[in-house]
């Protein structure tokens, strides 16, 4: 197995960290999974990326730079940019993802971005809302860990699908 990059080492013992939950240890390891597999290095567009996340980068992504925040509410800011990052074909009119995969047309490139601007931070800024919820659980607890459910999900259908990965 091959080592994490500095960048994903440094999140890790934070993330485990954050909550003992089964689900939020499997998305981890998930993410470490698909880290290794060296992901091309992009960034995501910051459309309607919460505020939070761009006070973390303009904080060195410090695992010690984590923002105050109100749980329902960052949770549907990050759930409307979880649902802008995600390829066209799991969108649904109703605003949910689909989970049903086409047999063809599915497109998993345009979200699979490593480095510390990828889904790196997609998921330390996934991590406030869970350490929010935790703190003073509120209404938005069912989406939070049908978010963390479907994030996990996604790294889980990757790794069914051909090699679409890799440094270029």
Known sequence: MELLPDYAQAYVEY???VSSDPCWKTLIAEWKN??????HIISFSTAKRPVEVAWWIQCHRSVSAIPDIKAAKFGSAWMAWWATIQS?????????????V???GSDWESLFRGGPLGLCSVIMSLSWWVYAVQQAPDDSVEKLWNAVEDFTWVFQQVETLPVILGAK
């Open 102 to 104: 086409p047999l063809e």
């Open 15 to 17: 993330l485990n960290a």
């Open 88 to 100: 066209q074909w799991r969108l649904l009119d109703n605003g949910l993802l689909t989970k049903t």
């Open 34 to 39: 698909f880290e290794q597999k060296k992901p």
